[in-house]
């Protein structure tokens, strides 16, 4: 929500908090704040407002509203306590289908004004917030909107049928395959044709029975307000939340006026936003009222909560008085009526959100300040259970890491498999995984090329993770183990197997038990839970030490370069430093120096030493190689090394 | 013969549940193929209140589940299940793989792990939330760790809570600056209730927070989608 600071200083007054200060205000007792932007004169706020208040604070009022209660003041001028004094007329008529859906609904009628641009200070704001302005008809319903958070929208009344003497508004749900024509949306041009399911609640002409807007979602072209209009009827109306958020969402449509809905912005808001519009369009447009039909069905009122000041405080870990707590509360706008032990409390009626007792100790304590909590580290007590999985998981670990094995966590998503999911996230991330073996194999042969780069003789892979099949009426799912091998790059040696064949037998000294299981090519796959559950219960956790804290590296993503170099040293002389003297020469694009090989003969040895080359930032060239090479050589040379 | 390596992720939850387990905390898990029941209901979340776009959801299809299915959006459902086959006193860690439907980049994967933390007894209150969670961070991060609550919202939770930390005198690159690291709150009554715990005698904190992200914090990782990938070019520099 984009908050406008010159906006706010309408109901806060002159002792407003700079926007600096409100970001910090707001940060610590409300909401998160995004930033802060100048846009032309004005200081505009963005503003995450939290879902829970979203009914009362998606509007400059409501945040005035916040900062007041967080600082202890008074709004100079809030539009939400002026008594509403609203002329009645007869001349509209309205007729609900569903008096839960559309529990109220008011109209106003405005005759002789005049329709031209805004004055440039409403232009200015509603630009501040990123909207287009449009006339000055249109612009009041949007400004009422952003001012105090009631959605309205304006007709011309003399091309809205008068039927016998007065307009009809009629709001009945959508026949199936009806049509309604949306007014385009922003940043399109066309105005959307839309197909209704018949879920949906329409606002129709009541003496045509046609559509003229979609209930609480979006207005149509009927009866729009152009240069020429003279007589408007505005309509401020409340719509169910759910069925506001059902049809909004179904049709991709999320503006301004259904997310209001959406959140139950208070039903009591209508008469005090046809005041605001009445007095603001008479001002920039003139004209005058001629009444307003106001139409309320079903009254919700907020409910008396107990608030034990001791449940307060031992929830929050605090130990106000409850007069600190009544006077932060009455500064919310709670009414509170005290008690020997409780308060009795009426959140504002504005907010939708106070309902009980823990919504009242949440102000308590935000409003108080949550940095006035201090911290209490449980008492130690023993552990009631301990976790098998992970106890014979890290069992698992420590004997196939011992062994050169890497653990991996590969995708939980398939291409192909059993269980498929109805909302994939890409074509081949359509289905769940039945097993980890394809993601081992697919792990090997990615891997298989790297062990030059990575210093390995060979590819040595695990993972444990689960996995998910059919079961007659549900997806049933257990924790797998794999481990896979691969001696050679270029694909499965039957030699691979030989490893896998230790690795097992490994696991089952370590495990004690004996696992039945089926080498398949070198790879194999157990149900672990399976094998744990039938294993003794643990007792003790081994204990572990917080890792150091690495810095990793981003590897290149291109391909490595090998260039192996052997030698004759004098016998004795230090591998370590042979190793340093090469990369000392090697340059930058040498990623590894890894020693091969050694052997002595007649009093001089051979070393062999594999250099690895690879660039961050392309694929490595023989050009780009070799006179690294022509280096090494020569300054092997240059320290008496006799390469061969 | 040269050792593997383990993957950070592994890594990080058996430093978690080290510590945790010191002060009692249980290592509990559940289903990744979750009901909707238990990822949202349980949880305090209505059915189409807005509080649920917070969450791209996976569904599982309905020819195959009887009850409505989804990958779990977070290890929250734990929290339900545990509480209702376990008496209080409850203290409980989750870690585990969650999912959400949202494109990928180098900050977010349709999967990544969870850490969820609960603890319902007579008394809790906000500052054993603090201290907890002080004592975790000062513990993984090995230095000196303040926390500060911020207000939040969470349906679970009542008052709910950002948490930012800061790692004090330490050399580390974390060092000396707030750092947003997890949600966090007093357990909502419904979810109390709803695991047939009584709120008027039982009180809870619940906190949950991103395991990717304690890696990218702790070891710079620059794209998590690497933790996913099964590349060793990863996993063998730690």
Known sequence: MLVVHNWLKDYIGDSIPSAKEIEELLMFHSFEVEGIEKIGEHEVIDVDVLPNRSSDCLCHRGIAREIASITGTTLVNDPLQKEVQLQETDLISVDIEDKEMCPRFTASLITGIQVKESPQWLQDRLVALGQRPINNIVDATNYVMYAIGQPLHAYDAEKFPQVDGSWKFGVRYAKEGEVVSLIAEGGKDEDRDVVLKGTELLIVDQSSNTPIGLAGVKGGRFAGVDENTTKIIVEAAHFDASLTRKTARGLGIVIDASKRFENECSRELPPYAQQEIIALITDIAGGASEGTVDLYFQKKENPEVIVRPATANALLGLSLEASEMESILSRVGITVTKNADHFVCVGPWERTDMNIEVDFIEEIGRVHGLNHIDSVVPDTVALTELNARHYYSEQVRDTLIELGFSEVITSSFRKKDKVKLRNALASDKGCLRSSLTKGIIDTLDKNAGFTDLLGTTDTRVFEIGTVFHKTEESIGEYVALSLGVRTKANGYNPKDDVQVIAAMEALETKLGASITHDIQKAVVEINFTELFESLPVPTAYEPVEVAEEIAYTPFSVYPAMTRDIAMWVQQGVDIAEVSKVLAGSAGELCVRITHVDAFSKDGRTSLAFRLVFQSMDDTLTDEQVNPVMDTVYQVAKDAGYETR | ?238
């Open chain 2, 1 to 238: 013969m040269q050792k593997g390596h383990q993957h950070p992720l592994t890594q990080m939850i058996s430093e978690i549940n080290s510590i945790f387990a010191e002060i009692g905390f249980v290592f509990a898990e559940g289903p990744e193929a979750e009901t909707e029941h238990y990822n949202f209901d349980q949880l305090n979340f209505p059915p189409d209140h807005p509080a649920r776009d917070m969450q791209d959801t996976f569904f599982l299809r309905s020819e195959d589940t009887k009850e409505p299915m989804v990958l779990r959006t977070h290890t929250s459902p734990v929290q339900a299940r545990f509480m209702e086959s376990h008496e209080p006193p409850v203290r409980v860690i989750v870690p585990g793989k969650v999912f959400r439907n949202e494109a990928t980049d180098a900050t977010h994967e349709a999967q990544f792990h969870q850490l969820e933390g609960l603890y319902v007894d007579k008394g809790v209150h906000m500052g054993h939330l603090k201290g907890t969670i002080e004592h975790f961070f000062s513990k993984f991060f090995a230095g000196e760790v303040e926390v500060r609550f911020r207000p939040s919202f969470f349906p679970f939770v009542e008052p709910g809570v950002e948490i930012d930390m800061m790692l004090k005198e330490s050399d580390s690159k974390l060092a000396n600056k707030w750092i947003e690291v997890m949600g966090a709150g007093m357990v909502h009554p419904n979810v109390l209730k709803a695991s047939g715990i009584d709120p008027e005698v039982y009180s809870g904190f619940a906190f949950g927070m991103g395991i990717d992200r304690l890696a990218v914090m702790k070891y710079g990782i620059n794209d998590v989608r690497d933790l996913y990938t099964g590349d060793l070019r990863f996993v063998n520099q730690f």
